[in-house]
Protein backbone atom coordinates (compact mmCIF):
# COMPACT_ATOMS: atom_id res chain seq x y z
CA UNK A 1 0.00 0.00 0.00
CA UNK A 2 1.75 3.76 -0.87
CA UNK A 3 2.36 5.58 1.41
CA UNK A 4 0.92 9.40 2.11
CA UNK A 5 4.01 10.92 0.47
CA UNK A 6 3.96 8.79 -2.40
CA UNK A 7 0.11 9.60 -3.24
CA UNK A 8 0.85 13.01 -2.53
CA UNK A 9 3.87 13.14 -5.13
CA UNK A 10 2.19 10.90 -7.49
CA UNK A 11 -0.79 14.07 -7.69
CA UNK A 12 2.39 16.48 -7.62
CA UNK A 13 3.88 14.88 -10.41
CA UNK A 14 0.94 14.90 -12.64
CA UNK A 15 0.26 18.44 -12.74
CA UNK A 16 3.83 19.61 -13.08
CA UNK A 17 5.16 20.13 -9.93
CA UNK A 18 8.71 20.61 -8.84
CA UNK A 19 9.81 17.55 -7.14
CA UNK A 20 12.17 19.64 -4.81
CA UNK A 21 8.91 21.32 -3.03
CA UNK A 22 8.04 18.25 -1.60
CA UNK A 23 11.35 18.11 0.54
CA UNK A 24 9.11 20.53 2.31
CA UNK A 25 6.18 19.00 3.33
CA UNK A 26 5.68 16.52 6.83
CA UNK A 27 3.12 14.32 7.04
CA UNK A 28 2.12 13.24 10.37
CA UNK A 29 -0.46 10.12 11.96
CA UNK A 30 -1.63 6.61 10.21
CA UNK A 31 -4.52 4.97 9.51
CA UNK A 32 -7.05 3.99 11.11
CA UNK A 33 -7.96 7.16 12.09
CA UNK A 34 -11.90 6.78 11.68
CA UNK A 35 -14.14 4.10 11.27
CA UNK A 36 -14.14 2.90 8.33
CA UNK A 37 -12.60 0.08 5.82
CA UNK A 38 -11.42 2.60 3.41
CA UNK A 39 -8.47 4.84 3.40
CA UNK A 40 -10.09 7.78 4.41
CA UNK A 41 -7.30 9.90 6.64
CA UNK A 42 -5.02 9.34 3.70
CA UNK A 43 -7.14 10.85 1.55
CA UNK A 44 -8.23 13.37 3.78
CA UNK A 45 -4.34 14.22 4.40
CA UNK A 46 -2.83 13.88 0.95
CA UNK A 47 -5.62 16.30 -0.36
CA UNK A 48 -5.33 19.14 2.34
CA UNK A 49 -1.32 19.08 1.74
CA UNK A 50 -2.03 19.37 -2.16
CA UNK A 51 -3.85 22.57 -1.19
CA UNK A 52 -1.32 23.50 1.07
CA UNK A 53 1.54 22.61 -1.23
CA UNK A 54 0.29 24.35 -4.48
CA UNK A 55 -0.33 27.83 -1.88
CA UNK A 56 3.44 27.37 -0.64
CA UNK A 57 4.60 27.01 -4.50
CA UNK A 58 2.75 30.34 -5.43
CA UNK A 59 4.46 32.08 -2.10
CA UNK A 60 7.56 31.17 -3.53
CA UNK A 61 7.18 32.13 -7.22
CA UNK A 62 6.00 35.79 -5.09
CA UNK A 63 8.59 36.14 -2.95
CA UNK A 64 11.45 33.49 -3.93
CA UNK A 65 10.61 31.95 -0.25
CA UNK A 66 10.29 28.48 0.51
CA UNK A 67 8.16 27.40 3.17
CA UNK A 68 7.72 23.92 5.56
CA UNK A 69 3.89 22.80 5.09
CA UNK A 70 3.04 19.69 7.54
CA UNK A 71 -0.11 18.07 8.07
CA UNK A 72 -1.39 15.62 10.72
CA UNK A 73 -3.81 12.71 9.27
CA UNK A 74 -6.09 12.49 12.32
CA UNK A 75 -6.65 16.97 11.87
CA UNK A 76 -7.55 16.50 8.31
CA UNK A 77 -9.74 14.21 8.68
CA UNK A 78 -11.38 16.10 11.55
CA UNK A 79 -11.63 18.84 8.94
CA UNK A 80 -13.18 16.97 6.05
CA UNK A 81 -16.01 16.48 8.54
CA UNK A 82 -15.78 20.00 10.47
CA UNK A 83 -19.71 20.53 9.69
CA UNK A 84 -20.38 17.73 12.60
CA UNK A 85 -17.73 19.87 14.95
CA UNK A 86 -19.22 23.18 14.70
CA UNK A 87 -21.12 25.37 17.43
CA UNK A 88 -23.07 28.52 16.91
CA UNK A 89 -23.39 30.26 20.20
CA UNK A 90 -22.04 26.67 22.30
CA UNK A 91 -25.53 24.75 20.21
CA UNK A 92 -24.91 21.51 18.04
CA UNK A 93 -26.08 21.91 14.25
CA UNK A 94 -29.58 20.71 14.23
CA UNK A 95 -30.68 17.20 12.11
CA UNK A 96 -28.29 17.09 8.90
CA UNK A 97 -31.03 15.17 7.20
CA UNK A 98 -34.55 15.80 6.17
CA UNK A 99 -37.22 13.93 7.50
CA UNK A 100 -37.56 11.22 4.49
CA UNK A 101 -34.58 11.26 3.12
CA UNK A 102 -32.40 7.86 3.36
CA UNK A 103 -32.25 4.00 2.89
CA UNK A 104 -35.36 2.46 1.29
CA UNK A 105 -35.78 -1.03 0.21
CA UNK A 106 -36.91 -1.47 -3.06
CA UNK A 107 -39.82 -4.66 -4.55
CA UNK A 108 -37.07 -6.69 -5.92
CA UNK A 109 -34.96 -6.56 -2.76
CA UNK A 110 -32.36 -4.32 -3.28
CA UNK A 111 -31.44 -0.77 -1.60
CA UNK A 112 -31.97 3.10 -3.00
CA UNK A 113 -31.04 6.24 -1.49
CA UNK A 114 -32.29 9.46 -1.54
CA UNK A 115 -31.86 13.05 -1.36
CA UNK A 116 -34.36 15.11 -0.39
CA UNK A 117 -32.62 18.39 1.65
CA UNK A 118 -34.00 20.76 -0.86
CA UNK A 119 -37.51 21.27 -0.77
CA UNK A 120 -38.12 20.63 -4.75
CA UNK A 121 -36.13 17.28 -4.64
CA UNK A 122 -38.25 16.03 -1.77
CA UNK A 123 -41.42 16.84 -3.42
CA UNK A 124 -40.91 15.55 -6.90
CA UNK A 125 -39.63 12.01 -5.18
CA UNK A 126 -43.63 12.06 -3.63
CA UNK A 127 -45.14 13.25 -7.16
CA UNK A 128 -42.92 9.86 -8.64
CA UNK A 129 -44.03 7.95 -6.06
CA UNK A 130 -47.55 9.67 -5.74
CA UNK A 131 -47.38 9.10 -1.80
CA UNK A 132 -47.05 11.56 1.18
CA UNK A 133 -44.10 12.83 2.93
CA UNK A 134 -43.35 10.51 5.37
CA UNK A 135 -41.14 7.76 5.55
CA UNK A 136 -43.53 4.42 5.57
CA UNK A 137 -45.79 6.11 3.00
CA UNK A 138 -42.68 6.80 1.24
CA UNK A 139 -41.39 2.89 1.56
CA UNK A 140 -44.98 1.09 0.68
CA UNK A 141 -44.83 3.33 -2.20
CA UNK A 142 -41.52 2.04 -3.27
CA UNK A 143 -42.06 -1.81 -2.99
CA UNK A 144 -44.29 -1.49 -5.94
CA UNK A 145 -41.03 -0.84 -7.95
CA UNK A 146 -37.79 -2.38 -8.99
CA UNK A 147 -34.70 -0.45 -7.81
CA UNK A 148 -33.15 0.60 -11.42
CA UNK A 149 -36.40 1.38 -12.70
CA UNK A 150 -36.88 3.83 -9.72
CA UNK A 151 -33.71 5.34 -9.91
CA UNK A 152 -33.89 6.51 -13.92
CA UNK A 153 -37.77 7.33 -13.47
CA UNK A 154 -37.17 9.42 -10.50
CA UNK A 155 -33.93 10.95 -12.50
CA UNK A 156 -36.20 12.19 -15.06
CA UNK A 157 -38.57 13.70 -12.71
CA UNK A 158 -36.19 15.70 -11.00
CA UNK A 159 -35.98 13.97 -8.39
CA UNK A 160 -31.95 13.06 -6.73
CA UNK A 161 -31.66 9.19 -5.83
CA UNK A 162 -29.43 6.21 -6.18
CA UNK A 163 -29.42 2.58 -5.98
CA UNK A 164 -26.93 0.69 -4.16
CA UNK A 165 -24.37 -0.85 -6.71
CA UNK A 166 -21.49 -3.13 -5.64
CA UNK A 167 -18.44 -2.74 -6.83
CA UNK A 168 -18.34 -4.82 -9.73
CA UNK A 169 -22.05 -3.41 -10.90
CA UNK A 170 -20.53 0.15 -10.64
CA UNK A 171 -17.42 -1.31 -12.98
CA UNK A 172 -19.16 -2.53 -15.58
CA UNK A 173 -21.22 0.67 -15.72
CA UNK A 174 -20.64 2.42 -18.99
CA UNK A 175 -20.15 5.76 -16.56
CA UNK A 176 -17.61 4.23 -14.62
CA UNK A 177 -15.60 3.01 -17.83
CA UNK A 178 -15.75 6.83 -18.78
CA UNK A 179 -13.91 8.01 -15.29
CA UNK A 180 -10.82 5.74 -15.82
CA UNK A 181 -10.28 7.57 -18.57
CA UNK A 182 -10.39 11.29 -16.76
CA UNK A 183 -7.29 12.50 -14.77
CA UNK A 184 -8.02 12.87 -10.69
CA UNK A 185 -7.68 16.86 -11.65
CA UNK A 186 -8.14 17.67 -15.57
CA UNK A 187 -6.17 20.89 -16.09
CA UNK A 188 -6.55 22.38 -19.65
CA UNK A 189 -5.23 25.78 -21.18
CA UNK A 190 -8.75 27.22 -23.01
CA UNK A 191 -7.59 30.37 -24.14
CA UNK A 192 -4.50 33.12 -25.27
CA UNK A 193 -4.12 35.46 -22.72
CA UNK A 194 -1.12 37.66 -21.43
CA UNK A 195 0.59 36.42 -17.73
CA UNK A 196 -0.94 38.08 -14.70
CA UNK A 197 0.95 39.45 -12.59
CA UNK A 198 0.77 38.38 -8.78
CA UNK A 199 -0.87 41.06 -6.88
CA UNK A 200 0.84 42.71 -3.92
CA UNK A 201 0.25 41.54 -0.37
CA UNK A 202 2.06 39.33 2.38
CA UNK A 203 -0.14 36.06 1.78
CA UNK A 204 -0.24 33.33 -0.77
CA UNK A 205 -3.21 34.66 -2.93
CA UNK A 206 -3.63 37.81 -1.52
CA UNK A 207 -5.02 40.11 -4.18
CA UNK A 208 -6.90 37.59 -6.05
CA UNK A 209 -10.39 37.39 -6.69
CA UNK A 210 -12.35 34.20 -6.46
CA UNK A 211 -15.88 33.68 -7.41
CA UNK A 212 -17.66 30.67 -5.96
CA UNK A 213 -20.89 29.46 -7.48
CA UNK A 214 -21.63 26.41 -5.12
CA UNK A 215 -23.74 24.87 -2.46
CA UNK A 216 -22.98 21.57 -0.61
CA UNK A 217 -19.79 21.28 0.74
CA UNK A 218 -17.33 20.48 -2.08
CA UNK A 219 -17.16 23.55 -4.32
CA UNK A 220 -17.76 25.67 -0.58
CA UNK A 221 -14.64 23.79 1.04
CA UNK A 222 -12.72 24.90 -2.16
CA UNK A 223 -13.62 28.42 -1.70
CA UNK A 224 -12.97 28.47 2.00
CA UNK A 225 -9.60 26.91 1.42
CA UNK A 226 -8.73 29.56 -1.11
CA UNK A 227 -9.51 32.31 1.33
CA UNK A 228 -7.47 30.70 4.46
CA UNK A 229 -4.45 31.49 2.35
CA UNK A 230 -6.07 35.02 1.68
CA UNK A 231 -8.04 35.09 -2.15
CA UNK A 232 -11.31 37.59 -1.68
CA UNK A 233 -13.33 34.83 -2.28
CA UNK A 234 -16.92 35.94 -2.96
CA UNK A 235 -19.94 33.88 -2.73
CA UNK A 236 -22.39 33.98 -4.90
CA UNK A 237 -25.93 32.56 -3.96
CA UNK A 238 -29.46 33.07 -5.68
CA UNK A 239 -32.02 34.78 -3.80
CA UNK A 240 -34.78 32.15 -4.39
CA UNK A 241 -32.56 28.87 -3.93
CA UNK A 242 -32.67 26.77 -0.66
CA UNK A 243 -29.50 26.56 1.04
CA UNK A 244 -28.34 24.46 4.51
CA UNK A 245 -27.83 26.97 6.81
CA UNK A 246 -25.65 24.79 9.26
CA UNK A 247 -23.05 24.15 6.33
CA UNK A 248 -23.54 27.92 5.06
CA UNK A 249 -22.17 28.99 8.34
CA UNK A 250 -19.15 25.89 8.52
CA UNK A 251 -18.19 26.84 4.69
CA UNK A 252 -18.29 30.62 4.64
CA UNK A 253 -15.40 31.39 6.43
CA UNK A 254 -13.20 34.13 4.57
CA UNK A 255 -15.90 34.57 1.98
CA UNK A 256 -17.94 37.51 1.35
CA UNK A 257 -21.29 37.07 0.32
CA UNK A 258 -23.78 38.42 -2.20
CA UNK A 259 -26.99 37.40 -4.12
CA UNK A 260 -27.29 37.06 -7.79
CA UNK A 261 -30.81 36.11 -9.22
CA UNK A 262 -29.24 34.11 -12.77
CA UNK A 263 -32.57 33.77 -13.75
CA UNK A 264 -32.97 37.56 -14.36
CA UNK A 265 -30.76 39.90 -17.10
CA UNK A 266 -29.88 42.29 -14.03
CA UNK A 267 -28.64 39.32 -12.07
CA UNK A 268 -26.50 38.05 -14.85
CA UNK A 269 -25.24 41.54 -15.81
CA UNK A 270 -23.71 41.66 -12.28
CA UNK A 271 -22.59 38.37 -12.66
CA UNK A 272 -20.62 39.77 -16.02
CA UNK A 273 -19.17 42.52 -14.24
CA UNK A 274 -17.55 40.32 -11.38
CA UNK A 275 -15.67 38.20 -13.83
CA UNK A 276 -14.52 40.67 -15.54
CA UNK A 277 -12.47 41.42 -12.41
CA UNK A 278 -11.92 37.84 -11.04
CA UNK A 279 -9.35 35.96 -11.26
CA UNK A 280 -10.93 32.45 -10.63
CA UNK A 281 -14.33 31.31 -11.67
CA UNK A 282 -15.03 28.05 -9.22
CA UNK A 283 -18.62 26.45 -10.22
CA UNK A 284 -20.85 23.32 -9.05
CA UNK A 285 -23.88 23.89 -10.77
CA UNK A 286 -25.31 20.61 -12.36
CA UNK A 287 -23.32 20.22 -16.01
CA UNK A 288 -24.03 22.88 -18.42
CA UNK A 289 -26.24 24.72 -16.16
CA UNK A 290 -24.16 27.57 -16.28
CA UNK A 291 -23.43 27.43 -20.20
CA UNK A 292 -26.69 27.60 -20.68
CA UNK A 293 -26.84 31.10 -18.54
CA UNK A 294 -23.97 32.46 -20.87
CA UNK A 295 -21.19 31.40 -18.31
CA UNK A 296 -19.46 28.70 -20.20
CA UNK A 297 -15.26 28.73 -19.47
CA UNK A 298 -15.07 29.75 -23.04
CA UNK A 299 -17.36 32.82 -22.50
CA UNK A 300 -15.87 33.47 -18.85
CA UNK A 301 -12.70 33.31 -20.50
CA UNK A 302 -13.74 35.94 -23.32
CA UNK A 303 -15.15 38.33 -20.38
CA UNK A 304 -11.87 37.82 -18.09
CA UNK A 305 -8.93 36.88 -20.55
CA UNK A 306 -6.64 34.44 -17.95
CA UNK A 307 -9.24 33.74 -15.84
CA UNK A 308 -9.18 30.12 -14.15
CA UNK A 309 -12.99 28.03 -14.36
CA UNK A 310 -13.05 25.72 -12.15
CA UNK A 311 -16.01 23.41 -12.55
CA UNK A 312 -17.42 20.52 -10.09
CA UNK A 313 -19.84 18.03 -11.40
CA UNK A 314 -20.99 14.76 -9.58
CA UNK A 315 -19.74 11.83 -11.95
CA UNK A 316 -17.65 13.69 -14.20
CA UNK A 317 -17.71 15.47 -18.00
CA UNK A 318 -18.01 12.37 -20.02
CA UNK A 319 -20.10 9.09 -20.43
CA UNK A 320 -23.65 8.60 -19.99
CA UNK A 321 -23.66 10.04 -16.94
CA UNK A 322 -22.07 13.24 -16.88
CA UNK A 323 -24.93 15.51 -16.68
CA UNK A 324 -26.52 13.61 -14.26
CA UNK A 325 -26.99 15.85 -10.72
CA UNK A 326 -25.66 13.79 -7.24
CA UNK A 327 -24.20 14.62 -3.75
CA UNK A 328 -21.58 12.75 -1.91
CA UNK A 329 -24.31 10.45 -0.45
CA UNK A 330 -25.28 8.83 -2.99
CA UNK A 331 -22.14 8.92 -5.51
CA UNK A 332 -21.03 7.29 -2.45
CA UNK A 333 -23.97 4.79 -3.11
CA UNK A 334 -24.09 4.49 -6.80
CA UNK A 335 -19.86 3.22 -6.68
CA UNK A 336 -20.01 0.44 -4.34
CA UNK A 337 -19.00 2.19 -0.99
CA UNK A 338 -22.17 1.98 0.69
CA UNK A 339 -22.17 -1.57 -0.19
CA UNK A 340 -18.51 -2.62 0.11
CA UNK A 341 -18.60 -0.57 3.84
CA UNK A 342 -21.95 -2.53 4.62
CA UNK A 343 -20.15 -6.25 3.98
CA UNK A 344 -17.15 -5.14 5.70
CA UNK A 345 -19.83 -4.58 8.83
CA UNK A 346 -21.33 -7.67 8.57
CA UNK A 347 -24.68 -5.73 8.12
CA UNK A 348 -27.29 -5.93 4.96
CA UNK A 349 -27.78 -3.14 2.86
CA UNK A 350 -25.58 0.23 2.41
CA UNK A 351 -23.36 1.76 5.44
CA UNK A 352 -21.82 5.28 4.53
CA UNK A 353 -18.81 6.33 5.35
CA UNK A 354 -17.59 8.42 8.17
CA UNK A 355 -18.02 11.87 6.72
CA UNK A 356 -19.05 13.37 3.59
CA UNK A 357 -15.20 11.96 2.23
CA UNK A 358 -15.82 12.67 -1.36
CA UNK A 359 -17.15 16.24 -1.05
CA UNK A 360 -14.52 17.30 1.50
CA UNK A 361 -11.74 16.04 -0.56
CA UNK A 362 -12.59 16.52 -3.92
CA UNK A 363 -13.23 20.48 -2.69
CA UNK A 364 -9.38 20.78 -1.68
CA UNK A 365 -8.37 19.20 -4.75
CA UNK A 366 -10.54 22.22 -6.34
CA UNK A 367 -8.59 24.69 -4.22
CA UNK A 368 -5.50 22.74 -5.47
CA UNK A 369 -6.26 22.60 -9.39
CA UNK A 370 -7.63 26.58 -9.38
CA UNK A 371 -3.88 27.38 -7.60
CA UNK A 372 -1.75 24.65 -10.09
CA UNK A 373 -3.52 26.69 -12.94
CA UNK A 374 -3.22 29.72 -11.88
CA UNK A 375 0.01 29.54 -11.24
CA UNK A 376 0.90 28.21 -14.38
CA UNK A 377 -0.83 31.42 -15.92
CA UNK A 378 1.70 33.57 -14.08
CA UNK A 379 4.53 31.74 -15.72
CA UNK A 380 3.07 31.03 -19.15
CA UNK A 381 -0.66 32.84 -19.85
CA UNK A 382 -3.62 31.87 -21.38
CA UNK A 383 -7.02 30.67 -19.79
CA UNK A 384 -7.30 27.92 -17.69
CA UNK A 385 -10.35 25.08 -17.18
CA UNK A 386 -10.16 22.85 -14.18
CA UNK A 387 -12.48 19.85 -13.84
CA UNK A 388 -13.09 17.04 -10.87
CA UNK A 389 -15.99 15.16 -10.00
CA UNK A 390 -16.91 13.24 -6.73
CA UNK A 391 -17.39 10.11 -8.72
CA UNK A 392 -13.44 10.47 -10.17
CA UNK A 393 -12.34 11.17 -6.45
CA UNK A 394 -14.04 7.81 -5.73
CA UNK A 395 -12.16 6.09 -7.85
CA UNK A 396 -9.17 7.47 -6.22
CA UNK A 397 -10.00 6.83 -2.80
CA UNK A 398 -10.87 3.18 -3.47
CA UNK A 399 -7.52 3.09 -5.30
CA UNK A 400 -5.65 3.83 -2.46
CA UNK A 401 -6.46 0.21 -0.72
CA UNK A 402 -8.44 -1.04 2.21
CA UNK A 403 -7.91 -1.59 6.06
CA UNK A 404 -8.89 -4.87 7.08
CA UNK A 405 -9.82 -3.90 10.94
CA UNK A 406 -10.30 -0.36 10.12
CA UNK A 407 -14.26 -0.39 10.96
CA UNK A 408 -13.14 -1.61 14.91
CA UNK A 409 -11.11 1.87 15.48
CA UNK A 410 -13.76 4.24 17.44
CA UNK A 411 -15.21 7.26 16.45
CA UNK A 412 -13.47 10.53 17.68
CA UNK A 413 -16.57 13.00 19.62
CA UNK A 414 -15.77 16.29 19.94
CA UNK A 415 -14.46 16.61 23.81
CA UNK A 416 -11.70 14.45 22.07
CA UNK A 417 -10.44 17.19 19.40
CA UNK A 418 -10.87 20.44 21.93
CA UNK A 419 -7.26 21.67 20.50
CA UNK A 420 -8.17 21.45 16.94
CA UNK A 421 -10.86 23.77 17.06
CA UNK A 422 -10.92 28.02 17.23
CA UNK A 423 -13.15 30.67 18.22
CA UNK A 424 -14.25 33.46 16.04
CA UNK A 425 -17.14 36.06 15.58
CA UNK A 426 -19.46 35.86 12.67
CA UNK A 427 -22.70 36.85 11.47
CA UNK A 428 -24.53 34.39 13.20
CA UNK A 429 -23.23 34.29 16.58
CA UNK A 430 -19.68 33.26 18.04
CA UNK A 431 -18.11 29.89 16.01
CA UNK A 432 -16.23 27.28 17.42
CA UNK A 433 -14.59 25.43 14.40
CA UNK A 434 -12.43 23.29 13.43
CA UNK A 435 -9.05 25.05 12.45
CA UNK A 436 -7.30 24.11 8.86
CA UNK A 437 -5.03 21.12 9.00
CA UNK A 438 -2.60 22.44 6.61
CA UNK A 439 0.28 24.53 8.64
CA UNK A 440 2.67 26.51 6.57
CA UNK A 441 5.77 27.77 7.81
CA UNK A 442 5.50 31.48 6.34
CA UNK A 443 2.17 31.68 6.20
CA UNK A 444 -0.37 30.51 8.25
CA UNK A 445 -3.64 29.75 7.11
CA UNK A 446 -6.70 32.12 8.58
CA UNK A 447 -9.68 33.56 7.41
CA UNK A 448 -9.94 37.16 7.76
CA UNK A 449 -13.38 37.45 7.31
CA UNK A 450 -16.50 36.34 9.09
CA UNK A 451 -19.45 33.85 8.08
CA UNK A 452 -22.06 36.26 7.13
CA UNK A 453 -25.62 35.34 6.41
CA UNK A 454 -26.28 34.72 2.35
CA UNK A 455 -26.50 38.30 0.01
CA UNK A 456 -25.04 40.08 3.33
CA UNK A 457 -22.72 42.51 0.69
CA UNK A 458 -23.43 44.24 -2.35
CA UNK A 459 -22.50 41.98 -5.75
CA UNK A 460 -19.33 44.46 -6.52
CA UNK A 461 -15.87 43.83 -5.48
CA UNK A 462 -14.71 45.82 -2.36
Given at each position: ?????????????????????????????????????????TAAQVAVAAAGLAAAQIWQMRTGETQNVAVD??????????????????????????????????????????????????????????????????????????????????????????????????????????????????????????????????????????????????????????????????????????????????????????????????????????????????????????AELGFSPLEAARLSPGIVYVCLSAYGSSGPW?????????????????????????VEGPKELPMQILDHVTGYLMAYGAMIARARQ?????????????????????????????????????????????????????????????????????????????????????
Amino acid sequence: MKTSREILSHIWAASGGDPALLDAVTLTGTEPVLPSSFRVGTAAQVAVAAAGLAAAQIWQMRTGETQNVAVDMRHAAIECRSERYLRVDDKPPPPAWDAIAGVYKTGDGRFVRLHTNFPHHRDNVCKVLGCKPERDDVQRALMQWKAENFETTAYAGGCVVSMMRSRDEWMAHPQAQALEKLPLVQIDRIGDAEPRPWPAGDRPLAGLRVLDLSRVIAGPVAGRTLAAHGANVMLIASPNLPAIPWLTIDTGRGKLSSFADLATEEGRAALRGLIAKADIFSQGYRPQGLAELGFSPLEAARLSPGIVYVCLSAYGSSGPWAGRRGFDSLVQTSTGFNHAEGQAAGVEGPKELPMQILDHVTGYLMAYGAMIARARQAREGGSWHVQVSLARTGQWLWNLGRLPNGLATTDVNRAEIISLLEESESGFGKLSVVRHSAILSKTPAFWARPSVPLGAHPPQWP
